[in-house]
């Protein structure tokens, strides 16, 4: 004969903050296990890229927020940032793409200056 199984808390629908999974208890029983919601990856800092960031995992910012002392959840350091330059806020293309605009300001800058001393070695001679 088939077990009818039942919610225990008091939401009897099946919601995303409801899910269970069905488990085997002692007297071979099956009853429902709660699982918890899983959060997401956080997004990237730069604020123009609509995805999550690569390389961060997925969990709730309680949690993610923690010490890295606290060994729950695999709530350490090496799973809250990627090891590169602003690896746990920004993506990589938002961090290339600064990288990118840094240095051809920067040569910009340097190539102003290459031509105002061609300029002023021009009315020397």
Do not use: W
Request: charged share 25%.
């Amino acid at each position: 004969m088939v077990q009818c199984l039942t919610y225990h808390r008091r939401l009897p629908y099946n919601t995303a903050s409801n899910k269970a999974r069905l488990s085997q208890i002692p007297k071979n029983r099956i009853a429902y296990l709660y699982t918890k919601t899983v959060g997401k990856a956080p997004k990237s800092a730069c604020g123009m890229c609509p995805a999550r960031l690569c390389g961060v995992r997925a969990m709730k910012t309680n949690i993610l927020m923690r010490s890295s002392k606290m060994k729950t959840r695999g709530c350490r350091d090496s799973s809250k940032h990627v090891s590169r330059a602003c690896g746990g806020s920004m993506c990589a293309t938002c961090v290339r793409d600064r990288v990118k605009c840094a240095f051809l300001t920067e040569e910009q800058k340097n190539a102003v200056k290459v031509l105002k001393a061609q300029a002023q070695s021009q009315k020397a001679k």
